[in-house]
């Protein structure tokens, strides 16, 4: 390196364990376009001596070639590492650089100022304990400073840092910091944020940023990096409940069983009470294991293994709570969604909810309100898009272990994943359980779906039939219902045109539309196999992910997808209904096939190519697959 620590000569050992031991910060650097993040981090890790002397030589070299600052050296290209980056000058992709002194190691996050990429901004600060948000003192408060200001506080980050940077080009007027001053402090307290620090800095000269600048004698406070040295990280923390979501079931042999994690909240000893959620056992702790031992104490930021004195079942995804303190349990919430995906959030739609070590499936309603973040807007949405945020409820499949976002990060942060390409398409922080969420419950009844199976002598099931508008979907329904009558079955058909007179006529043709149609209709059809009925869905139901949502809400065995395979172009010369013809002439807009996507089944229960079956033979062979399938009920 370009500067070598005398301990590293004297005491290697010695100055490898004291690095072990030093706390770490994780900090971000945002503000607006060209405020000098990336030279800000570029001065850290110079002054820090934190970079390679072949560095250096390459940093001097494309300071000559690429850089803003004529013959002095542009730290923004230690940094700025894309190369459409370096030929704009800006930020795009979050850059992560590690860098130490002798009081404390960082890790430093230089985020992107463009509005187009607030989903980088946010994964840079879904991990951040401070931000540094710079300003232009030439240029004040601006619209983006105040963004990144608001998703600062939306994520909850504890300690902000205010550099008001480029001081040196204002002749460090104490006038313009102090009106700058006054002007953030103004919009900090409009949006709740709270304490902050304020610093004028010379990024590019280095004022103010390792030691006292003699350039603003009237400033008092401390420089940046002595600063960042001391910010408090995880003690708030250790004074909460003890929370732990389980990882790993550790099973080393037959003799020993425990239950590994990262500790996210609260201190534990041996004897502890703990209540394992969401299933509410209680047990006491045995044992802290770790590498080097048993611990008496472990507390929050440290990843331990934990032993009960009881036989409790323990899986992957739950959470180990202090009994004293539980967490919440429920399965809807109301959260704030910041939408990461070039395809839009479409209410309804099931996805992957992750949060910690639990997957469960998920819902989002339609939004409440999406919020303007330039202006603090609310404004009303029906989805939302590409880095836009907004309030939405929240229904799983299955209940989970929660705190507040604002309480705890780790237990009230989660990602939305496609259930299909398996993309992070969004991220978001739960606020608080729906009250209807504890309040309702299934009511026991006394005749089951097996009972109701075995009085019609035959097994509910779903065959979904699904294919372009005119592949003869409906024909084969009604077809396959009039053959499995006459042998005596239990029969309906739901048709998506019939189905569109009653229970979705408020619904429109939009990609929304489409996946609330769907859900309705799957939800109807498990109650009628829930009758023990034989349903016969026929639908387009364009989407994989709404149909994969209709199968998993079945049993095993219970449904069946059919794929009525018709091109286009055939079934457009059929057009019976003249829908195509509307829609080519512009005045059917989202129709299937034309302005709106069809995603083919990939593994249907049977394919049924329409050019070489007629609906007849379609039928037959559907219904003996059918009558194949079922067990008698006895």
């Given at each position: 390196m370009?500067?070598?620590s005398?301990?590293?000569?004297?005491d290697?050992?010695?100055?490898?364990?004291?690095?072990?031991h030093?706390?770490?910060?994780?900090f971000?650097?945002?503000?607006s376009?060209d405020?000098?993040?990336?030279?800000?981090?570029?001065?850290l890790?110079?002054?820090?001596?934190?970079?390679?002397?072949?560095?250096?030589?390459?940093l001097?070299?494309?300071?000559r070639?690429?850089?803003t600052?004529g013959?002095?050296?542009?730290?923004?290209?230690?940094?700025d590492?894309?190369?459409?980056?370096?030929?704009?000058?800006?930020?795009?992709d979050?850059?992560?650089?590690?860098?130490?002194?002798?009081?404390?190691?960082?890790i430093?996050?230089?985020?992107?100022?463009?509005e187009?990429?607030?989903?980088?901004?946010?994964?840079?600060?879904?991990?951040?304990d401070?931000?540094?948000?710079?300003?232009d003192?030439?240029?004040?408060v601006?619209?983006?400073?105040?963004r990144?200001?608001?998703l600062?506080?939306?994520?909850?980050?504890?300690?902000?840092?205010?550099?008001?940077?480029?001081?040196?080009?204002v002749?460090?007027?104490?006038?313009?910091?102090?009106?700058?001053?006054?002007?953030?402090?103004?919009?900090?307290?409009?949006i709740g944020?709270?304490?902050?620090?304020?610093?004028?800095?010379?990024?590019l000269?280095?004022?103010?940023?390792?030691?006292?600048?003699?350039?603003?004698?009237?400033?008092?406070?401390?420089?940046?990096?002595?600063?960042?040295?001391?910010?408090?990280?995880?003690?708030?923390?250790?004074?909460?409940p003890?929370?732990m979501?389980?990882q790993?079931?550790?099973?080393?042999?037959?003799?020993?069983?425990?239950?590994?994690g990262?500790?996210?909240?609260?201190?534990?000893?041996?004897?502890?009470?703990?209540k394992?959620?969401p299933?509410?056992r209680?047990?006491?702790?045995?044992?802290?294991?770790t590498?080097?031992?048993?611990?008496?104490?472990?507390?929050?930021?440290?990843?331990?293994?934990v032993?009960?004195?009881?036989e409790?079942?323990?899986?992957?995804g739950?959470?180990?709570?202090?009994?004293?303190?539980?967490a919440?349990?429920?399965?809807q919430?109301?959260?704030?969604?910041?939408?990461?995906?070039?395809?839009a959030?479409?209410?309804?739609?099931?996805?992957?909810?992750?949060?910690?070590?639990?997957t469960?499936?998920?819902?989002v309603?339609?939004p409440?309100?999406?919020i303007?973040?330039?202006?603090?807007?609310?404004?009303?949405?029906?989805?939302?898009?590409?880095?836009?945020?907004?309030?939405?409820?929240?229904?799983l499949?299955?209940?989970?272990?929660?705190d507040?976002?604002?309480?705890?990060?780790d237990?009230?942060?989660?990602?939305?994943?496609?259930?299909?390409?398996?993309?992070?398409?969004?991220?978001?922080?739960?606020?608080?359980?729906?009250?209807?969420?504890?309040?309702?419950?299934?009511?026991?009844?006394?005749?089951?779906?097996?009972?109701?199976?075995?009085?019609?002598?035959?097994?509910g099931?779903?065959?979904?039939?699904?294919?372009?508008s005119?592949s003869?979907?409906s024909?084969?329904?009604?077809?396959?219902?009039?053959?499995l009558?006459?042998?005596?079955?239990h029969?309906?058909v739901?048709?998506g045109?019939?189905?569109?007179?009653?229970?979705?006529?408020?619904?429109?043709?939009?990609d929304?539309?489409?996946?609330?149609?769907?859900?309705?209709?799957?939800?109807?059809?498990?109650?009628?196999?829930?009758?023990?009925?034989?349903?016969?869905?026929?639908?387009?139901?364009?989407?994989?992910?709404e149909?994969?949502?209709?199968?998993?809400l079945?049993?095993?065995?219970?449904?069946?997808?059919?794929?009525?395979?018709?091109?286009?172009s055939?079934?457009?010369?059929?057009?019976?209904?003249?829908?195509?013809?509307?829609?080519?002439?512009?005045e059917?807009?989202?129709f299937?096939?034309?302005d709106?996507?069809?995603e083919?089944?990939?593994r249907?229960?049977?394919?049924?190519d329409?050019?070489?079956?007629?609906?007849?033979?379609?039928a037959?062979?559907i219904?003996?697959?059918?009558d194949?399938?079922?067990?008698?009920?006895?």
């Amino acid at each position: 390196m370009a500067h070598v620590s005398d301990m590293i000569a004297e005491d290697i050992e010695g100055y490898l364990q004291a690095h072990e031991h030093k706390s770490l910060l994780r900090f971000l650097t945002c503000g607006s376009v060209d405020d000098g993040k990336s030279t800000l981090i570029g001065r850290l890790l110079y002054d820090s001596k934190m970079i390679f002397e072949d560095q250096l030589a390459a940093l001097e070299a494309d300071s000559r070639k690429l850089g803003t600052q004529g013959d002095e050296i542009d730290f923004a290209l230690l940094v700025d590492g894309l190369a459409a980056e370096r030929e704009q000058g800006i930020t795009i992709d979050v850059a992560y650089r590690f860098f130490s002194t002798d009081k404390r190691k960082f890790i430093v996050a230089d985020t992107p100022g463009h509005e187009q990429y607030t989903r980088n901004m946010v994964t840079g600060a879904s991990t951040a304990d401070a931000a540094v948000i710079l300003i232009d003192a030439r240029k004040g408060v601006l619209t983006q400073t105040r963004r990144h200001s608001y998703l600062v506080n939306l994520l909850g980050i504890r300690h902000v840092v205010l550099a008001i940077n480029k001081m040196d080009l204002v002749g460090w007027s104490q006038q313009t910091f102090e009106q700058i001053l006054a002007d953030y402090g103004a919009f900090a307290e409009r949006i709740g944020l709270g304490d902050f620090t304020a610093i004028p800095v010379s990024a590019l000269r280095g004022d103010n940023i390792t030691e006292p600048s003699a350039a603003a004698p009237w400033y008092k406070g401390p420089a940046l990096l002595p600063l960042l040295e001391i910010l408090p990280v995880e003690d708030a923390l250790r004074d909460k409940p003890f929370r732990m979501p389980v990882q790993w079931v550790n099973r080393p042999n037959l003799d020993f069983r425990g239950f590994s994690g990262f500790i996210s909240s609260g201190m534990l000893r041996p004897g502890d009470r703990l209540k394992v959620l969401p299933s509410g056992r209680e047990s006491a702790v045995a044992r802290i294991v770790t590498q080097d031992g048993d611990l008496e104490l472990a507390v929050a930021g440290q990843s331990v293994t934990v032993t009960l004195a009881d036989e409790v079942d323990v899986s992957r995804g739950d959470v180990l709570a202090a009994a004293s303190s539980p967490a919440p349990v429920a399965d809807q919430f109301e959260a704030t969604i910041v939408w990461m995906d070039d395809e839009a959030l479409l209410p309804g739609r099931p996805y992957l909810l992750k949060l910690g070590a639990r997957t469960v499936s998920a819902s989002v309603s339609e939004p409440k309100y999406k919020i303007n973040v330039n202006t603090l807007e609310r404004l009303a949405a029906k989805r939302l898009e590409l880095n836009e945020i907004g309030v939405c409820n929240l229904s799983l499949d299955a209940a989970i272990a929660f705190d507040a976002y604002v309480e705890n990060h780790d237990l009230g942060g989660f990602i939305l994943i496609d259930r299909i390409s398996n993309r992070t398409v969004g991220a978001g922080m739960l606020h608080f359980a729906l009250r209807r969420s504890q309040n309702i419950h299934w009511q026991a009844l006394s005749v089951n779906r097996d009972a109701r199976a075995q009085q019609k002598g035959q097994q509910g099931r779903v065959v979904w039939l699904t294919g372009l508008s005119g592949s003869g979907k409906s024909t084969i329904a009604n077809l396959v219902e009039k053959r499995l009558h006459a042998n005596g079955r239990h029969t309906y058909v739901l048709d998506g045109d019939n189905v569109r007179h009653g229970l979705n006529r408020d619904l429109g043709f939009t990609d929304a539309d489409r996946v609330e149609n769907i859900r309705r209709v799957a939800e109807v059809a498990k109650l009628m196999v829930d009758a023990g009925l034989i349903v016969l869905v026929s639908f387009i139901s364009p989407f994989r992910a709404e149909r994969r949502m209709a199968r998993e809400l079945l049993g095993e065995g219970e449904f069946m997808e059919v794929f009525v395979d018709t091109p286009l172009s055939v079934a457009e010369s059929r057009d019976v209904k003249g829908l195509y013809k509307k829609a080519r002439a512009g005045e059917l807009k989202n129709f299937t096939g034309i302005d709106s996507p069809y995603e083919a089944p990939e593994r249907p229960e049977m394919h049924i190519d329409t050019t070489r079956m007629t609906p007849e033979q379609a039928a037959e062979a559907i219904a003996d697959l059918l009558d194949g399938g079922f067990d008698p009920v006895i």
